[in-house]
């Protein structure tokens, strides 16, 4: 559902970049966690860097159930970084991993950290 080709950024010059709008019902489930109350609703700027894409996020909102608890999220700005040589050890956890088989990177668990970081 949130894993997005980037191959054609990836093969791109630095700076180049796509948008994209998402307003959507994500099915119960989908996290085994989260239960989402309102359509998720979010734009995001995937631009090229020398090492992989960066994803700039804004307008994230939506209302959620977690831990038992109704939370209404909503969030101005945040990025992430998508690197094709991740190393799990040394890199910081704002970054994630290319799928460099599919050229792909997967949002999802970036949202998902997003939205359980604002219920505290």
């Known amino acids: 559902m949130f894993t997005i ?3 054609d950024l990836l093969a791109s010059y630095s700076g180049d970049s796509k948008e994209f709008s998402f307003e959507w019902e994500v099915y119960d489930g989908y996290f085994e966690d989260i239960k989402f109350l309102s359509p998720l609703k979010f734009r995001i700027k995937i631009v090229s860097v020398d090492d992989g894409v960066m994803v700039l996020f804004s307008h994230f909102s ?3 159930q ?3 608890k109704k939370h209404t999220i909503s ?4 990025e992430r970084h998508f690197k094709k040589d991740f190393d799990p050890i ?5 970054i994630q991993p290319i799928d460099t088989k599919s050229m792909s990177i997967d949002i999802g668990v970036v949202i998902r950290e997003e939205i359980i970081m604002a219920t505290f």
């Open 75 to 78: 969030i101005n700005e945040f």
């Open 62 to 64: 939506t209302q959620v």
């Open 90 to 94: 040394s890199d910081p956890n704002d």
């Open 5 to 7: 080709p980037v191959w």
């Open 66 to 68: 977690y831990d038992g």
